[in-house]
């Protein structure tokens, strides 16, 4: 130790330059390319205004945060703040101890985009984008923002959702015989 305080302060210098290279980390952004449509689509055997139902639904049921709904053009917009590293790739750190994915953490947050489509008057098609979005912490850099790409998970399981909650949607009639306590004016509800 007494040796190396002797020579000098351009080899101290130095050698603290290397170690601050060595400590600080990098980071690589993701390479994946997005999920395949048939992990984003489906065609459900039910009409739309049962399909939107049955959208909110699965939405209810998953307890996320109902952001935006337009009804005339499909669209729904959910935020949730639940994901894991199994859902995205949000690329990758590196530092001294190697190189390590980025993790999702508690300030995470994921946002899924509904669009229902009418496909003809007994079906329809519903889709789901899902974007990503993580705090990142890189040693020795600022905190940033990095938005990860889905790995397909989470639409997956939703659009399946979807799909058996329209098998069970039902409009207030039964066998093709109208149910007289229907107020029409009341957007269906039954009345009595």
């Known amino acids: 130790m007494m040796t190396f305080l002797r020579e000098g302060p351009k080899r101290r210098s130095a050698l603290l330059l290397v170690s601050t290279l060595l400590l600080t980390g990098c980071f690589y952004p993701a390479k994946g390319i997005p999920p395949p449509a048939e992990k984003t689509q489906i065609t459900v055997d039910t009409p739309y205004d049962l399909t939107w139902d049955a959208a909110i639904a699965v939405i209810k ?8 709904q337009d009804p005339v053009h499909g669209v729904l917009e959910v935020q949730s703040n639940h994901f894991s590293l199994a859902d995205v790739d949000c690329g990758a750190v590196s530092s001294i101890g190697g190189k390590y994915p980025v993790e999702p ?6 946002v899924y985009n509904f ?19 993580v705090m990142l912490r890189v040693p020795f850099h600022r905190i940033t923002d990095a938005v990860c790409i889905s790995r397909g998970v989470q639409e997956a399981r939703l659009l399946n959702e979807v799909a058996e909650q329209a098998k069970s949607e039902h409009r207030p009639y039964q066998s093709g015989k109208v149910n007289l306590n229907v107020d029409p004016l009341n957007y269906g509800r039954i009345t009595k």
């Open 61 to 68: 049921n998953n307890n996320y945060h109902l952001q935006a």
């Open 105 to 110: 953490d508690p300030g995470a947050s994921a």
């Open 115 to 133: 669009v229902v489509k009418p496909n003809g008057t007994e079906s329809s098609t519903v889709a789901v984008q899902a974007t990503f979005d």
